[in-house]
């Protein structure tokens, strides 16, 4: 997996690339997947997200990929699991892969947009048992109320959502300032220790939570 | 008002009709809409949102209409607000006039399906000042997680949220029992209260909370 | 009522005292309470309270009480109102005149303290059918996830929050500065609009929400 | 460690005892304290706590303390940490000798009691990087609406909360029916694997998030 940005839909992002990707052995880095939240109009979600992803991208011991989700088109009807679309079959891969994620939100009228949500609910098993940091931004609260409605999204998805954030109050006037990139480091620390304390868990003993089957619509 | 169900999209649910509808008033019954949220695979929502409106529309004091949002087609793109697509103007008269207001919720994974914050992003002013109560449905809480995320929105809005709430924990299930009948009484009977009282300071004082401008697209 | 701040305990605040106090009637001015958290060994809160109650006795339409939870001495066994202690019954006088409440919460781990949350759980009807708002400190969110867990506390007490809060990361570091000003001024702006509307509504018709008895003990 | 009850204060609980339990080995049975929510009234937790305990000693793989905040008696002033009373080193020592942690509470007014939230205050380490679950009770919700507040303070503290909970709606009038039963199982199960997966993880790598420093009030 190189480190470079990952674009979510089109060829380069196929079933078959993705089950190539190496980065499940102990000894590989952790693979860390930074999903951008999902509005289709803003440019704040991909520039602070790269902003993120090429700190992460410093360090030998993860492996980054970038998630966009206003490029995955996934479709807004997250539960009839039986016939799961292309779009998120796709997605679905580069989740699986991942052992730790973190999220970049934007804060809408307190909590996360729908699209994001609409994403979340597609998927279960891939979120198990991973750690979740999240990059937040907007609002009096520099995006925080919109991750704390996420944690107890993923409370219930079985993930570990961690408690150092990083959050813009107003990321258009806003310069990188050195508060920013500490809180950076101290995100990306706790993500590696609860990384691979997750997936030398899993490797011992899979997480046993059953989700519900995932039907292929083209099988049918 | 007629007291039937009202299509969301469509002839019948014109800006120009809607904007003839009376309501207003302080001696007219007050306006109560209710909203199903979202889902579009589903058929647990209009059922439990008939049920209870069929429930509000015997009270002499209310005039109900049903919005059903996997009709609205809004799109996916809440924050533009320059520019707002026709099916977010025809759907935000109907919330426009409404005096109170109640969402027929799932639960998905501890919280709201998306498409129903995206539809709550796509309007500011509709909700201020004004009563919403819940019906809900699904989980081990009944439904009662993304109610409590809702009620974090909703205070972000200026509205206020009611702590009746009907909830059931499994629609496809449940006959519906004595308990929940009482549930949806005392949910209407504050619905009421709430809805006076904030029906006549609105008259009395506007409630003075700038939202951003709505351009019309059409016209430029 | 005078404007000066109200000690908590002791003869100035004996119930047939509150009992005399004016402020009922609809011409009166708004009773607003200013309630200061609860942390006993700290200085923060009561400064703050001081700072806003000062703003707030300049309006007219207001008359201020501050009442300071550390001198409450409220035991911590909220639950057992067949025999609701003196300190309880005198705190409760001066709840039940007020027609708003601004809390002054510090915030300790993403949430409130415990002395607050045990000093709400003492009364209930003296919150409903009334407006909260809040002026938080502490925490990278300014103590607002402290106000959110309050928030959805007395939703559950049919009380209505304010969305504008008064935020200060760091009490110790922070020169007020004109944002604070003007963030006091918008939330008193709501609170008299709220507080208005629903001391209106309480008078044309009671809000009906049945609350325990209170047992006096020295009458067993 | 026994898999009696353990008493909280008193001298079967002194910090040298404490000292001697075994548990820390990584093939030692996990340590698991239940802790009992802290209202001082009422008897209901004590009595789910026992229940759950009583499963939880069926298992070789833990080792079961129950520890009632009750009978802590810890002071009602978190956050003075220079001078830390004996009876809160008294009770850290059996926290932080342990690997998992469940927790037992009522929920009142929508949230938990504030003598829990006083309890979790007065600690920092001892928390983290360890799992917390849930037996909950009250309200319509099951308790579940308290526990949501705790999984927020607990992410701050750097715990991770397991989405599998234990709820009971009303505990003086429910016989324990076999849904519990099977619950209590699935936390106990959830919590043996979030345990060890932690337990190996500290011993690796200890979770390094620096708390405040303890002072001894005796010391000085």
Sequence with gaps: MSAEAVPVSGAAYSPNAARQIPGDGLTEPLRLAVIVGG???????????????????????LDVDVLDLAQAWLPDQP???????????????????????????????????GAMKTA????????????????????????????????????????VTLADTVGFPDVDNCALHEGHHEAAEALLDRLTWWGEALRVARARQPYDMPCPAKGDPDEH
């Design 39 to 61: 509005a289709r109009d803003g440019t704040s979600g991909p520039v602070v997200a790269e902003w993120f992803a090429s700190r992460a991208r410093k360090r030998a011991d």
């Design 79 to 113: 539960h009839d699991r039986a016939a799961v679309p292309g779009a998120v079959r796709d997605l679905g891969h580069w989740l699986a892969a991942a052992d730790a994620f973190v999220l970049v939100t934007p804060e809408y009228n307190h909590s996360f947009p």
């Design 120 to 159: 979340i609910d597609w998927f279960c098993d891939e979120w198990q048992a991973k750690p979740v940091g999240f990059v937040a931004y907007g609002g009096s609260a520099c995006g925080l109320r919109a991750v704390d409605q996420l944690r107890l999204v993923f409370a219930d998805l079985h993930a």
